[in-house]
T-cell receptor, first 112, second 112 residues
Framework: LAKTTQPISMDSYEGQEVNITCSHN???????ITWYQQFPSQGPRFIIQ???TKVTNEVASLFIPADRKSSTLSLPRVSLSDTAVYYC?????????????FGTGTRLTVIP | NAGVTQTPKFQVLKTGQSMTLQCAQD?????MSWYRQDPGMGLRLIHY???????DQGEVPNGYNVSRSTTEDFPLRLLSAAPSQTSVYFC???????????FGPGTRLTVT
């Protein structure tokens, strides 16, 4: 079971770029890296997913180095509404199993 | 599409009582999962299913049963509720183990 390590919390001012790094030393060859966002009293919401190099969508970018033992979620120009907990997950389809470990996530607080 | 729906939203049980948390999805997803989230913690996988008729245990399966008779529904049964099962329960579905999971709104369970 590939577990992840993230900073417990981060603070950022509005308008800044935020980078959250996740370590996953035991990532397997067929594992994907997925990031979720969770607001209080809500279920997690998918942000972005990648396998290698860089992935970008309308809300974030995901940077994955060649060894894939870490990944960095980049949120451009954060606003107060980006205050949430961010989870990095590593896993996927192994022999039909769905082994995804959420961990405690990174609590991002955006300051006015 | 309603996405992933969960009922009830809130439930209070006495120790020893049993109940079923309902989860349904209308996206024709094969993968469905149940997680619990304790205060200040990440999500922990209880049980999951890779298709109708197939279920397997996650990280914290003790005290819970599941079945998957249809693609749409994945109920979670508490056999004999204990205070340690006080938590928020999230159901999720996905196309397969590599793709994003869609989460329901959660069920907040209190066992006294």
């Amino acid at each position: 079971l590939a577990k992840t390590t993230q900073p417990i919390s981060m603070d950022s001012y509005e308008g800044q770029e935020v980078n959250i790094t996740c370590s996953h030393n035991n990532i397997a060859t067929n594992d994907y890296i997925t990031w979720y966002q969770q607001f209080p009293s809500q279920g997690p919401r998918f942000i972005i997913q990648g396998y290698k190099t860089k992935v970008t969508n309308e809300v974030a970018s995901l940077f994955i180095p060649a060894d894939r033992k870490s990944s960095t979620l980049s949120l451009p120009r954060v606003s107060l509404s980006d205050t949430a907990v961010y989870y990095c997950l590593v896993g996927g389809q192994r022999t039909g199993a769905n082994n995804l470990f959420f961990g405690t996530g990174t609590r991002l607080t955006v300051i006015p | 599409n309603a996405g992933v729906t969960q009922t009830p939203k809130f439930q209070v049980l006495k120790t020893g009582q049993s109940m079923t948390l309902q989860c349904a999805q209308d996206m024709n997803h094969e993968y469905m999962s149940w997680y619990r989230q304790d205060p200040g913690m990440g999500l922990r996988l209880i049980h999951y299913s890779v298709g109708a008729g197939i279920t397997d245990q996650g990280e914290v399966p003790n005290g819970y049963n599941v079945s998957r008779s249809t693609t749409e529904d994945f109920p979670l049964r508490l056999l004999s509720a204990a205070p340690s099962q006080t938590s928020v329960y999230f159901c999720a579905s996905s196309y397969d183990g590599n793709h994003e999971q869609y989460f329901g709104p959660g069920t907040r369970l209190t066992v006294t």
